[in-house]
């Protein structure tokens, strides 16, 4: 079982960036498709981005297509979030996720197998 923490969090204005790192430990990511996920309070946690084993493929949340980029670095087994023009609904705590078996399409939770501890994004207005 792969092992992630995630990184990279803070309070930033709206309109702002933050890059989200995600670094894991137990095995190779090259094997695994990656996904983005985050949760608000009092919401359920949803998919916000991923990409494919060899990172030809990439999906994203409707609303934030556009101003964040998800990539990886499968040599140094890392995993990034860019995230620009960051609005105040973008708030929750942003958390890591690895599958052995999904395609990027994938978007429920459920259906990924192993995740990090999250890491927290406040964009005031």
């Known amino acids: 079982q792969v092992q992630l923490v995630e990184s990279g969090g803070g309070l930033v204005q709206a309109g702002g960036s933050l890059r989200l790192s995600c670094a894991a430990s137990g095995r190779t990511v090259s094997s695994l498709t990656m996904g983005w996920f985050r949760q608000a309070p009092g919401k359920e946690r949803e998919f916000v981005a991923s990409?494919?084993?060899?990172?030809?493929?990439?999906n994203y949340l409707n609303s934030v297509a556009g101003r964040f980029t998800i990539s990886r670095d499968n040599a140094k087994n890392l995993v990034y979030l860019q995230m620009d023009s960051l609005k105040p609904e973008d708030t929750a705590d942003y958390y890591c996720a690895a599958c052995s078996i999904c395609g990027v399409m994938v978007v429920r939770a459920s259906d990924y197998n192993s995740w990090g501890q999250g890491t927290q994004v406040t964009v005031s207005s």
């Open positions: 990409i494919s084993r060899s990172a030809g493929s990439t």
